[in-house]
């Protein structure tokens, strides 16, 4: 393998001048940088990418923080966050926060030592003081999907609020006279978002009651220990929409082990519109969120601050959610 002295002796120049070429940095005359890069062709020189890193604090690295890449949201994110940056020359590195706080923190000091370009954010347990502090550190940084409301930093989300309306509104619409609401963390943007859309939807109908409304964590047993709950309080409930698709797999199931019919006596709806939304019988109506745009529009913005190109002014970057109707709600859909 190549090295950069073994560069420099074919050139006929110092190693500094080869590093000057290679780092774009300091003046070479063009006559010795052609003959420097020439010589990496010829030996297929690959320079190292932590040695210019430290030279540079530029390493072409990019890092996301997820909270549970279990979640299939998370996973389709990270595929649009990858191949992004793969077409601007950088690489990711992905990290699991397990939403702790403590995680999350440790990830971002490591980070920092080794001088990553910039992080994407898809957790919420960073608090305004660290996002201060990792502005003053000059740090690029971007917020996808939970990211703060209010907020001096970008943030690439979908409109959860009007999603959730539009959920319950479709549920309305093929019948429904009683809606239920399985929540996700209220401590997420995401999660109180769409339960303020859910409870805007429905406070004003006589059969409205906060009892309707049972936590599920965004995860699949989440929504079935949900539903058991909500058919003991509520056994007259014929229309239920989960905050995410993930609890509505878990609706789906434990209806299905109760022997309830999905849609004749309970319909239902999700949100976030992942793939495994296909493959369960009935097919799961969901608020479809467009996941990969979202990461994308994430990782431009991200390292167009990291090379400093101009960048808009609006901070707060929204995607629509829309309504992707099929049998878990509409009867003339299922399977014969």
């Given at each position: 393998m190549?090295?950069?002295?073994?560069?420099?002796k074919?050139?006929?120049?110092?190693v500094?001048?080869?590093?000057?070429?290679?780092n774009k940095?300091?003046?070479?005359?063009?006559?010795?940088?052609?003959?420097?890069?020439?010589?990496?062709?010829?030996?297929?020189?690959?320079?190292?990418?932590?040695?210019r890193?430290?030279?540079?604090?530029?390493?072409?690295?990019?890092a996301?923080?997820?909270?549970?890449?279990?979640n299939?949201?998370?996973?389709?994110?990270?595929r649009?966050?990858e191949?992004?940056a793969?077409s601007?020359?950088?690489?990711?590195?992905i990290?699991?926060?397990d939403?702790?706080?403590?995680?999350?923190?440790?990830?971002i000091?490591?980070?920092?030592?080794?001088?990553?370009?910039?992080i994407?954010?898809?957790?919420h347990?960073?608090q305004a003081?660290?996002?201060s502090?990792m502005n003053?550190?000059g740090?690029?940084?971007?917020f996808?999907?939970?990211g703060?409301s209010?907020?001096?930093?970008?943030?690439?989300?979908?409109?959860?609020?009007?999603?959730?309306?539009?959920a319950?509104?479709?549920?309305?619409?093929?019948?429904?006279?009683?809606?239920?609401?399985i929540?996700?963390?209220?401590?997420?943007a995401?999660?109180?978002?769409?339960m303020l859309?859910y409870?805007?939807s429905?406070?004003?109908?006589?059969?409205?009651?906060?009892?309707?409304?049972?936590?599920?964590?965004?995860?699949?047993?989440?929504?079935?220990?949900?539903?058991?709950?909500l058919m003991a309080?509520?056994?007259d409930?014929?229309?239920?929409f989960?905050?995410?698709d993930l609890?509505?797999?878990?609706a789906?199931?434990?209806?299905?082990?109760?022997g309830?019919?999905?849609?004749?006596?309970?319909?239902l709806?999700?949100?976030?519109?992942?793939?495994?939304?296909?493959?369960?019988?009935?097919?799961l109506?969901?608020?479809?969120?467009?996941?990969?745009?979202?990461?994308?529009?994430?990782?431009?913005?991200l390292?167009?601050?990291?090379?400093?190109?101009?960048?808009?002014?609006?901070?707060?970057?929204?995607?629509?959610?829309e309504?992707?109707?099929r049998?878990?709600s509409?009867?003339?859909?299922?399977t014969?």
């Amino acid at each position: 393998m190549a090295t950069i002295r073994d560069v420099a002796k074919l050139a006929g120049v110092s190693v500094a001048t080869v590093s000057r070429v290679i780092n774009k940095s300091g003046y070479v005359n063009k006559e010795t940088e052609q003959a420097v890069q020439q010589a990496i062709k010829m030996l297929n020189y690959e320079p190292n990418r932590v040695a210019r890193g430290l030279a540079s604090k530029k390493t072409e690295t990019i890092a996301l923080i997820m909270p549970n890449i279990s979640n299939p949201f998370f996973a389709e994110l990270a595929r649009a966050v990858e191949d992004v940056a793969r077409s601007y020359g950088y690489t990711v590195l992905i990290c699991n926060s397990d939403n702790e706080s403590d995680k999350e923190q440790t990830y971002i000091n490591v980070l920092k030592r080794r001088y990553v370009d910039g992080i994407l954010f898809a957790t919420h347990s960073l608090q305004a003081a660290d996002i201060s502090a990792m502005n003053d550190a000059g740090i690029p940084l971007v917020f996808l999907d939970r990211g703060p409301s209010e907020s001096s930093c970008y943030v690439v989300r979908s409109k959860n609020y009007e999603g959730a309306k539009k959920a319950v509104a479709h549920l309305l619409d093929v019948g429904c006279k009683k809606i239920a609401h399985i929540y996700g963390p209220q401590e997420t943007a995401t999660g109180k978002e769409r339960m303020l859309g859910y409870e805007d939807s429905v406070r004003h109908f006589d059969w409205f009651t906060p009892s309707l409304m049972v936590p599920g964590h965004f995860r699949i047993n989440g929504g079935m220990e949900a539903v058991e709950q909500l058919m003991a309080r509520h056994p007259d409930v014929d229309g239920i929409f989960c905050g995410n698709d993930l609890m509505a797999l878990g609706a789906l199931k434990k209806l299905q082990q109760m022997g309830m019919s999905v849609p004749d006596q309970v319909a239902l709806c999700g949100f976030d519109g992942i793939e495994l939304t296909v493959i369960t019988e009935p097919e799961l109506t969901t608020i479809a969120q467009p996941i990969y745009d979202i990461g994308a529009l994430s990782t431009q913005l991200l390292v167009k601050k990291i090379e400093g190109e101009a960048v808009d002014n609006q901070y707060i970057y929204e995607f629509d959610a829309e309504l992707v109707a099929r049998g878990s709600s509409r009867k003339d859909m299922k399977t014969p």
